[in-house]
C-alpha cells in the first residue's frame, strides 16, 4: 500500500499499489496518517503526491526491503541528490544531523517522507504527532522498538521541508529535541545497553565496559552459553555458542541482524530441557524481578552437571552502590535507578545459589558495587 498527499499523480504508481491519499479529508495529517495506516494489510510506502517523488522509485524501495524493516529514500546518502539553494542545505543538514544524533538514529535524512515499513512496523509503534513531525516519530518509535532501517539513495526534486517549517520554530525544535531524548534514553529501549557500552558520558561507558570484561573474565566459555536477560549488551556477542533469553521481545528484535539464537522467555521458566548447557550467565537480571527461589532452582536445571553459572547484581550490602544509584538518578533520571525491585547483598545472593545446589568458587566486585559469583552445579548424587 502506498500512502501519500492528495495529488494529480496516481496514475504514474505501479500496477498492484493501492495508493491511499493522506490529508484529504479535513483531519489533521497525524490523525489521517494513523488512519491510513490502520487500513494497511500488508508492506506501506509513503511519499508525497506532488510529483516530488518519482513512483517509479518504489521499485527500489521494495528491491531493498529485505536489508531492514525500515527502508528511507534518501537525499542524502552517497549518490543520494536534491537541489536546494545552500542556506537551506546547510540549514536542512544541520538540523538532520542534530536530530539524528540526539535521537541516535542511524538515518541521515530524517525529513526524507519517501519511506518503506514492512507489514507490522507502523501497527507495533506508538505515534501521537498531528502533523508532519510524525515521520520523525515514526522512526524514533521504530528504533525503540528495535526495527533496523536502511538508507537507499534518491534523486529528488526540490520539496517544502515540511518538517522544518512553519510550526517547527525554536521553540517546538527544542521541545522535540528533549522529547525525543528521554524516549531514547529511557531503559526500556531495545539499543539501550548498546549505546550505554558507547555512550559519549565516561562513567557511563566505563561502567560497561568494565562490566564486559569482568563477566567475560569469570566465565569458562568451554561449552554452549545461556545468557538471561542478555538485552542489548555485549557479553552475548563475545560468546558464540551461545542463545540469548530475554523478556523484553523488542531488545531480542534489536538483535535480530546479528544471526544469533534468541528466545522470547521468562526467567521463572526457562523453555530448555535439563542439562541444557555447559554455562549460564546472568549480568544484572535478577535485581528486576521478585525475590524467589524458583529462579535459581531454573538456572540449576539447565546447568549440566559441573557446569557454572555466572551471577551479578547490585551489592545493596555496601556502601557504594546506594550512593551511586542516588548519583545515576540525578543524571539519567529515567534510567535503571528506580527499577530494582530485588535488593540483594553479596552475603544474601551467595545464600540463594548454595541452597539451589551451587557452590561458589570466586567472589569479585566492581567498583565496590556490584558483585559477581561464580559457582558451579553439583555433582549428580552416586
Not at 61 to 70: E, F, M, Q, S
Not at 248 to 261: A, I, Q, S, T
Not at 289 to 317: K, M, Q, W
Request: charged letters at 25%; a positive charge; proline letters at 6%.
Amino acid at each position: 500500500m502506498v500512502l501519500g498527499e492528495a495529488a494529480g499523480q496516481t496514475e504514474v504508481v505501479p500496477e498492484h499499489v493501492e495508493f491511499i491519499p493522506v490529508g484529504a479529508s479535513g483531519c489533521s495529517y497525524g490523525a489521517c496518517f494513523r488512519e491510513a495506516v490502520r487500513q494497511a494489510a500488508g508492506p506501506v510506502i509513503t511519499m508525497l503526491g506532488d510529483g516530488t517523488h518519482n513512483p517509479q522509485f518504489i521499485r527500489a524501495l521494495h528491491t531493498a526491503r529485505w536489508r531492514a524493516d525500515i527502508v528511507v529514500g534518501s537525499r542524502f546518502t552517497r549518490f543520494g541528490y536534491t537541489p536546494m539553494p545552500l542556506a537551506r542545505r546547510l540549514k536542512t543538514r544541520w538540523l538532520n544531523r542534530l536530530f539524528a544524533r540526539v535521537a541516535a538514529l542511524p538515518v541521515r535524512d530524517l525529513t526524507s517522507e519517501f519511506r518503506l515499513y514492512q507489514a507490522g512496523v507502523l501497527r507495533s509503534v506508538h505515534l501521537a504527532a498531528e502533523d508532519h513531525t510524525i515521520h520523525l516519530e515514526v522512526l524514533v518509535q521504530a528504533a525503540i522498538d528495535g526495527f533496523s532501517m536502511v538508507e537507499v539513495p534518491y534523486h529528488q526534486s526540490a520539496p517544502p521541508d515540511r518538517l522544518w517549517a512553519p510550526g517547527m520554530r525554536w521553540g517546538g525544535t527544542l521541545r522535540l529535541l528533549k522529547k525525543f531524548w528521554r524516549m531514547r534514553n529511557d531503559y526500556n529501549a531495545a539499543d539501550y545497553d548498546e549505546r550505554a557500552f558507547n555512550s559519549w558520558l565516561p562513567p557511563q561507558r566505563i561502567w560497561q565496559r568494565s562490566r564486559y570484561r569482568l563477566a567475560l573474565s569469570m566465565i569458562p566459555r568451554q561449552g554452549r552459553t545461556l545468557d538471561i536477560g542478555c538485552g542489548s549488551g555485549k557479553i552475548l556477542e563475545a560468546l558464540p555458542l551461545a542463545v540469548g533469553l530475554d523478556i523484553n521481545l523488542r531488545k531480542l528484535r534489536f538483535r535480530k541482524p546479528l544471526g544469533l539464537p534468541l528466545v522470547n522467555a521468562s526467567i521463572f521458566r526457562l523453555p530448555f530441557i535439563d542439562e541444557s548447557f555447559d554455562e549460564v550467565v546472568a549480568s544484572e537480571v535478577i535485581e528486576h524481578v521478585a525475590a524467589d527461589e524458583h529462579l535459581f532452582a531454573e538456572i540449576n536445571r539447565v546447568l549440566r552437571p559441573g557446569g557454572v553459572a555466572v551471577v551479578s547484581t547490585p551489592d545493596y550490602g555496601g556502601f557504594w552502590w546506594p550512593v551511586i544509584e542516588r548519583v545515576y538518578k540525578i543524571i539519567v533520571p529515567i534510567g535503571y535507578a528506580d527499577d530494582h525491585i530485588t535488593h540483594y547483598t553479596a552475603g544474601s545472593l551467595r545464600a540463594k545459589l548454595e541452597r539451589a545446589n551451587f557452590r561458589v568458587l570466586e567472589q569479585r566486585h566492581l567498583f565496590k558495587a556490584i558483585v559477581f559469583l561464580k559457582a558451579r552445579k553439583a555433582d549428580r548424587t552416586p
